[in-house]
């Protein structure tokens, strides 16, 4: 098994910044990416940021320019930078991880671990 533990969450105004980790724990060697999905108050989630092990990436194009993810394997931490935010990033932010090499993205119903979730929110 694999814990996922989220931090760095919290309020900002809109145009600041936060930065958001995600520590993996457990059977980390089968992880091969992880990422980042978002669900606002009665919204659908939203994938944001995906990261493999070779450090692959993928952004959805509202964050690309703001959001930088990043991944440190010796520490089997990822994280998320967030820049110029947006009151649309207000949400919950999920931290996720998948075994299934060679994709970096798949299904929410196909990712094996999630985390616990940390609030962003962001004022105008």
């Known amino acids: 098994q694999v814990q996922l533990v989220e931090s760095g969450g919290g309020l900002v105004q809109a145009g600041g910044s936060l930065r958001l980790s995600c520590a993996a724990s457990?059977?980390?060697?089968?992880?091969?990416?992880m990422g980042w999905i978002r669900q606002a108050p009665g919204k659908e989630r939203e994938r944001v940021v995906a990261i493999s092990r070779n450090n692959n990436t993928w952004y959805t194009p509202s964050v690309k320019g703001r959001f930088t993810i990043s991944r440190d394997n010796a520490k089997d931490t990822m994280y998320l930078q967030m820049d110029s935010l947006k009151p649309e990033d207000t949400a919950v932010y999920y931290c996720t991880a998948h075994t299934r090499a060679p994709l970096l993205i798949v299904p929410p119903s196909s990712i094996d671990y999630w985390g616990q979730g940390t609030q962003v929110a962001v004022s105008s």
């Open positions: 457990g059977r980390t060697f089968n992880i091969y990416a």
